[in-house]
């Protein structure tokens, strides 16, 4: 109702337009107006981009919101062709609501049909390995390579539970390294919480996930607290990767037309994965494509040496796929020996 009597204003304003036939005599100085309307505009719409522009700037970090698919239903996680999983929002913080997706193993798909939270939730106590997927910076958890990645882990018997990050899909709040690492933990914390004591937890961080799984790893161990094992795809490292002493995410964003200009020193995120790994005590899977257009391969392999050095070869695996198949930085799920891959890496753990 208020919208329609607002609109009725609005008609109403605009059926009285004054009607002033310019004379001719007018003109010139009427031209000179239009000069300095135009120009007056033109320094209040400058001054204001100059305002908001940091705000852009902050906003365009993570790359948050920049969500495609458009207008997508997360919280309808079958209409993504994922029919046993659930959608629920998990409160990390007071303020704060994260969308979150269980998808069970595959073979439970039958059962999973029409059930609420409390069946899923009573599911991961089944004694199945869980993998938590942090994903990378941009869109949501509906993102096509993501499912993928959430099918193929189901179909080897795994709980897969999938977060947006505060500020990411439909999850509130703003994005910051802490947030990020907050927002891990507690899903960790809650999953543990719920599932056999005989499970396998394992992480799975992709791209800028990779920088929060190293930092939880980190935060964890500091109490007691050791994974049973980690997974990073398409890794980067922020030591290596500066750029004219930019920002360590510079490099990152390089290649997307537009957006260097970005990525300033202001949102002071650092993502130590290198100090992080040469801490880490857990097994390791590094999985990289040797194409990897945004992070690449030379990093990781470095990474893998620092990694492997701190720990053993035993405990920490670089499995690299070829160049020539084309998957960049999001297409390694394309891969047919990937199951085949995560399969042993977690019967190693
Ligand atoms: C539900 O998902 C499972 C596992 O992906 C699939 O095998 C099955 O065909 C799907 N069933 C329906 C009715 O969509």
């Known amino acids: ?29 009427t031209s000179w107006l239009k000069v300095v309307v135009l120009s007056l505009t033109a320094v209040v719409v400058l001054g204001f981009s100059v305002k908001i522009l940091p ?16 207008f997508v239903d997360l919280s309808r996680p079958a209409d993504f062709s994922l029919n046993h999983t659930v959608n629920m929002y998990l409160t990390p913080q007071d303020g704060i609501s994260l969308g979150v997706w269980h998808t069970v193993p595959e073979s439970q798909w039958k059962a999973a049909q029409g059930k609420d939270l409390n069946w899923y939730q009573k599911s991961l ?5 869980v993998f938590i997927y942090l994903h990378g910076n941009t869109n949501n958890r509906a993102a096509p390579h993501r499912i993928a990645v959430s099918q193929i882990l189901s179909s080897l018997g795994y709980h897969v539970l999938v977060p947006d990050y505060r500020g990411f899909g439909d999850s509130t709040g703003q994005p910051t390294e802490a947030g990020l690492s907050t927002d891990a933990l507690y899903l960790y914390d809650w999953v543990k919480a719920r599932s056999s004591s ?5 992480l799975w961080g992709h791209s800028l996930g990779t920088g929060v799984s190293t930092n939880i790893a980190v935060k964890l161990q500091e109490k007691g607290v050791v994974l049973d094992g980690v997974i990073l795809e398409g890794t980067f490292n922020s030591a290596r990767q500066k750029m004219g002493g930019v920002s360590p995410f510079y490099w990152f964003y390089a290649s997307l037309p537009g957006l260097r200009y970005l990525f300033t ?19 390791i899977l590094f999985l990289h494509s040797e194409d990897d257009h945004l992070a690449p391969i030379e990093i990781v392999q470095q990474l893998y040496e620092i990694a492997a050095s701190s720990q053993s ?8 796929f070829d160049g020539s198949k084309g998957y960049l930085h999001n297409g390694l799920y394309r891969d047919p020996e990937l199951p085949a891959v995560l399969k042993n890496f977690v019967e190693s753990l």
Do not use: H
């Open 125 to 129: 106590g089944d004694g199945s390995p």
């Open 313 to 320: 070869k035993d405990r920490v695996k670089l499995v690299t």
């Open 265 to 283: 020193p202001e949102k002071k995120a650092v993502f130590p994965s290198e100090e992080n790994v040469k801490k880490m005590k857990c097994p």
């Open 1 to 29: 109702m208020k919208k329609r009597n607002a609109r009725k204003d609005d008609s109403s304003l605009a059926q009285k337009p004054p009607k002033l036939q310019p004379k001719k005599k007018e003109k010139t100085s």
């Open 55 to 70: 705000v852009l700037i902050q906003q365009f970090v993570f790359m948050y919101r920049l969500r495609l698919p458009f």
């Open 198 to 202: 005989s499970s396998l937890v394992v």
